[in-house]
């Protein structure tokens, strides 16, 4: 009988998530993260809204919410609270994993696209004299800074009691 429960048990691991680790949690949340941010910049840039926008401004949101999502569906999933340096190092690392996975984006998308490369160039930047590698670097470490404050919210809301 146990093996049966055990044997349709690992035919759905996906979506049984309380045998899942966290590490599993989160390079799922960041793939969610990335492909969440690439889908709708996508999406602003061919209804040609997307330059009003800065793509950082779209990732701060998706940011956001997948590390609530993250430490909500953690502890529903592990049926035990979490304290708070535990969410905040699971939100860290799902934040590491999105920059790994963030930063090959953002150098493929300003090398391929010149016209987009001098729009950041001019509107998005302090300086309009930064190199393409320049650019990468400061949206990126936007980006790590973004991701360590939402973890800490993120890491204080999970922790409240009702």
């Known amino acids: 009988m146990e093996t049966t429960e055990k044997s349709k ?14 590490n599993r949690f989160a390079w799922f949340y960041a793939i969610l993260i990335l492909l ?21 401004s779209i990732n701060i949101f998706f940011i956001m919410i997948a590390f609530f999502m993250l430490i909500w569906d ?3 999933s592990k049926h035990e609270n979490i304290k708070f340096s535990d969410a905040f190092l699971l939100c860290a690392r ?37 190199s393409v590698i320049a650019i990468v670097f400061s949206t990126y470490v936007e980006t790590v800074a973004t991701v360590v404050i ?13």
């Open 94 to 130: 799902t934040g590491f994993y999105y920059c790994l996975l963030y930063l090959p984006v953002i150098l493929i998308f300003l090398t391929e696209s010149h016209s987009e490369l001098q729009l950041v160039k001019t509107d998005e930047t302090f300086n309009n004299n930064f």
């Open 150 to 162: 939402l973890g800490i919210l993120a890491a204080f809301t999970g922790n409240m009691k009702k």
């Open 36 to 56: 969440a941010s690439v889908t709708l910049g996508v999406i602003f840039k061919k209804a040609g809204i997307y330059e009003s926008l800065a793509i950082r």
């Open 74 to 76: 953690y502890k529903r």
């Open 9 to 22: 048990q690992s035919k759905f691991s996906f979506i049984n998530r309380y045998e899942w680790s966290k």
